[in-house]
């Protein structure tokens, strides 16, 4: 059993895929290609903003964005504790300071009253000037984008959505990359859409900002190529990945999303009242990018995952460790009892497989195993 089956997606669309990759190959047009426009403009039209512009990979999407709002020293950025340590590395690489945030314990995502007391606390000190809140889209759920509007507005602060694990999910009608003032995803081949490399996109309805985003991930080109109005990256999306991803889109669109969701809701059926599984608030709808239970302690967590593997069974814990623990952010010297939500869960939490292309009998084997662990 895989974790996220690639393989089985990829012998489902490889003849799609095999004459993409091929007329790629013949075409010549290895670097932003005709593929690279068309997929930009397929992928606005799906989120339903104006404008996507393609780059490298999804932590370069989130640079992008800090960038083209001169994000920099003695500027304060609010992450969630509980997320992949991208999500703050960006802060730091362009000399700001990232504020971590606790979560939500049902839906993971950012809590935003622990949100907005890190922002008075952070004004109260009067070191940072706070600029950013970047909310991430964990396990393919959107953020209380709502809730964090309020407090956004009330602050004077952006928002950065890094929807890297949420693309595909929705809150009533509205996608995920839509709600932030620019919004950015990831194509990691594990993601819920996935090339075969590196790949993101950032998301935003202002013209200046897709100008200067656009203008950033080609070495901060201006009118031509030689032409360099700003410092700026090599971040390109290639054309290979494009063509790729074109054929995935279709897929993804026409059933995988929802075939995920199935998976899900049955995950749900078999092992509900047994650990905590997955709360979707009414009105939201995930992408499911990972399925993440929540066992009572350490041990039993690392018990069931030792017992998951005995039986050739995959699991991930998604993350062991808060963002203000990492040996990189030591420096800022967090107390011992910040974020108690977001320790906890990194003890607690387990993911199990799950993809589009997953059977019902594999499921239905992880949820009898881990029902007769606990």
């Not at 970047?134 to 407090?151: E, H, N, R, S």
């Not at 420096?331 to 019902?360: E, F, G, K, M």
Request: glycine share 6%.
């Amino acid at each position: 059993m895989q974790f996220r089956d690639l393989v089985k997606q990829y012998n489902v669309l490889k003849p799609e895929i095999d004459k993409a990759m091929i007329e790629t190959a013949a075409s010549g047009g290895y670097i932003m290609g005709k593929a690279v426009k068309e997929l930009e403009a397929s992928l606005a039209e799906y989120v339903g903003v104006k404008h996507c512009i393609s780059c490298a990979n999804g932590t370069d999407a989130l640079t992008l964005a800090l960038k083209a709002w001169g994000i920099g020293a003695g500027d304060a950025v609010f992450v969630p504790d509980f997320t992949f340590f991208a999500s703050a590395e960006v802060v730091s690489l362009e000399g700001a300071t990232p504020v971590f945030i606790d979560i939500d314990e049902d839906t993971f995502n950012i809590d935003v009253k622990s949100l907005e007391k890190a922002i008075e606390k952070t004004i109260k000190e009067g070191n940072l000037v706070p600029k950013v809140i970047i909310t991430v889209d964990l396990f393919g759920l959107p953020a209380d984008y709502y809730a964090v509007k309020k407090i956004a507005d009330k602050y004077n602060l952006l928002i950065l959505e890094d929807g890297a694990q949420g693309f595909g999910g929705k809150i009533g009608e509205r996608m995920a990359c839509s709600f932030g003032d620019i919004s950015t995803t990831s194509f990691f081949p594990a993601k819920p859409l996935g090339c075969y490399g590196d790949g993101g996109a950032v998301f935003t309805n202002s013209d200046e900002w897709a100008i200067i985003m656009d203008s950033l991930r080609v070495h901060g080109k201006g009118s031509f190529k030689y032409d360099n109005v700003r410092i700026g990256l090599n971040s390109r999306l290639d054309t290979l990945q494009a063509a790729i991803l074109q054929v995935k889109f279709e897929a993804f669109k026409s059933y995988e999303v929802e075939d995920v969701n199935k998976a899900a809701v049955l995950y749900t059926e078999k092992l509900k009242g047994r650990v905590k599984t997955p709360i979707i608030p009414k009105d939201y709808y995930s992408s499911w990018a990972q399925y993440t239970i929540q066992l009572k302690d350490r041990e039993q967590r690392d018990g069931l995952q030792a017992y998951l593997k005995e039986q050739s069974i995959p699991s991930m814990i998604y993350y062991p460790t808060p963002l203000h623990k990492q040996t990189a952010y030591k420096d800022l010297n967090y107390p011992a009892n910040s974020n108690p939500v977001t320790q906890r869960l990194c003890n607690t939490v387990l993911s199990l497989p799950i993809h589009p292309y997953i059977t019902r009998e594999d499921i239905e084997k992880v949820c009898k195993l881990v029902v007769s662990y606990v």
